[in-house]
């Protein structure tokens, strides 16, 4: 919700390194379960990396895949100006499914991220994905606070649950508009 998910730029980009199809290299990196070892933190940049780059057959560096994977996400603008208000409050963090690639790539790819929210709490530094309960335990522990101190703000029903089940205030992101409401509604209360 922070960024739109355009994963077809990801993939355009790739066929055009790779010169392999977008078939080919959903099958060898999506469907082979890689990406998800890599959102889940079983390996490091470099590693993750270079086990991509031997799954699509090509010599791409930690750089190059970085910055490819990174083209999946465009920034909502009014969903960022709402975070830069919500920080006037306390802390605002980002949690996200995602690996080691995106990870490396933020600072320079996506700054106005890297720099908007603290912390960035990533699946694959958690070494657990949304919405399991390990994600929601090393959330808190990364952030030290107690379960009902914790909002969690998601497009997806399934992670909202996972929140709520973990003890944590959740709220279903539906639109720009609809978020500054809710969250108004909830700083009058």
């Not at 390194?17 to 099958?27: C, N």
């Not at 912390?119 to 949304?130: D, G, I």
């Not at 379960?147 to 959740?170: F, H, K, T, Y």
Request: some cysteine.
């Amino acid at each position: 919700m922070v960024c739109r998910f355009v994963p077809e730029r990801r993939l355009a980009a790739l066929e055009r390194l790779t010169g392999l199809s977008f078939t080919e290299i959903h099958t060898r990196v999506w469907e082979s379960g890689l990406e998800e070892a890599c959102e889940r933190g079983d390996f490091p940049a470099e590693e993750a990396a270079a086990r991509i780059a031997a799954a699509l057959a090509r010599p791409l560096t930690l750089e190059q895949l970085g910055a490819t994977w990174a083209l999946a996400f465009e920034p909502d603008p009014d969903v960022l100006e709402i975070a830069r208000t919500q920080r006037a409050r306390g802390p605002i963090g980002l949690l996200t499914n995602n690996g080691p690639l995106l990870l490396h790539a933020l600072p320079t790819a996506l700054p106005e991220i890297a720099r908007g929210f603290d912390p960035l709490l990533f699946s694959c530094r958690l070494r657990a994905l949304k919405p399991t309960p390990a994600l929601f335990r090393a959330v808190l522990r990364e952030v030290r606070r107690d379960p009902g101190e914790v909002l969690l703000i998601d497009d997806s029903v399934v992670n909202v649950e996972g929140a709520r089940a973990a003890g944590l205030r959740a709220l279903l992101y539906t639109t720009p508009a609809a978020l500054r409401r809710e969250l108004s509604d909830r700083a009058d209360a």
